[in-house]
T-cell receptor, first 111, second 116 residues
Framework: SQQGEEDPQALSIQEGENATMNCSYKTSINNLQWYRQNSGRGLVHLILIRSNEREKHSGRLRVTLDTSKKSSSLLITASRAADTASYFCAQQWRAARQLTFGSGTQLTVLP | GAVVSQHPSRVICKSGTSVKIECRSLDFQATTMFWYRQFPKQSLMLMATSNEGSKATYEQGVEKDKFLINHASLTLSTLTVTSAHPEDSSFYIC????????????FGPGTRLTVL
């Protein structure tokens, strides 16, 4: 499967700062989703952005999608220590089909 | 709503034994469930797609005779790791997609398998 790439692999910031994670993928998509995973736990769905959308907001999260560059970014504003987790982007090539996950970004928010 | 459970959450077994992992959709019917494997500090890799009432579709490189998948009902899929070896030690996560055919998948909490 065509796994996407995320950068940075790891990000460490102070509480209150913004965190930006980037995701690139290789082929056309139906939608792109972002997930969060706390250490050793399952995944929590954060946000879904469709290929015809460019930006989406959900609380402190802002996701952008640039299909021409095959890239997406996740911005977490005013980060909190509780935001510490791994963040994965996942591409869905066709509607309602399997997800292909990126390599993930480990975010650490220092209190 | 849209809760997915997995059982067991952790299992330790001896090499050569078989281990069954259950994935249940608790408050919705899931026509399709997906099984992923995640090694430490790595991403999730799709192993197979499980459709209720039909054979699972395995990803390239995943041995179907080693990882048996059964999706006998709209709320339950099982993954059996047969003749487990230490290299099968991993975090196994399932996800489910509802009958509405939506694009969102709901993930279980995962099962940590350790093969001694």
């Amino acid at each position: 499967s065509q796994q996407g790439e995320e950068d940075p692999q790891a990000l460490s910031i102070q509480e209150g700062e913004n965190a930006t994670m980037n995701c690139s993928y290789k082929t056309s998509i139906n939608n792109l989703q972002w997930y969060r995973q706390n250490s050793g736990r399952g995944l929590v769905h954060l946000i879904l952005i469709r290929s015809n959308e460019r930006e989406k907001h959900s609380g402190r999260l802002r996701v952008t999608l640039d299909t021409s560059k095959k890239s997406s970014s996740l911005l977490i504003t005013a980060s909190r220590a509780a935001d510490t987790a791994s963040y994965f982007c996942a591409q869905q090539w066709r509607a309602a089909r399997q997800l292909t996950f990126g390599s993930g970004t480990q975010l650490t928010v220092l209190p | 709503g849209a809760v997915v459970s997995q059982h067991p959450s952790r299992v330790i077994c001896k090499s050569g034994t078989s281990v069954k992992i259950e994935c249940r959709s608790l408050d919705f019917q899931a026509t399709t469930m997906f099984w992923y494997r995640q090694f430490p500090k790595q991403s999730l890799m799709l192993m197979a797609t499980s459709n209720e009432g039909s054979k699972a579709t395995y990803e390239q490189g995943v041995e179907k005779d080693k990882f048996l998948i059964n999706h006998a009902s709209l709320t339950l899929s099982t993954l059996t790791v047969t003749s487990a070896h230490p290299e099968d030690s991993s975090f196994y996560i399932c996800s489910a997609r509802g009958r509405d055919g939506g694009d969102t998948q709901y993930f279980g909490p995962g099962t940590r398998l350790t093969v001694l």
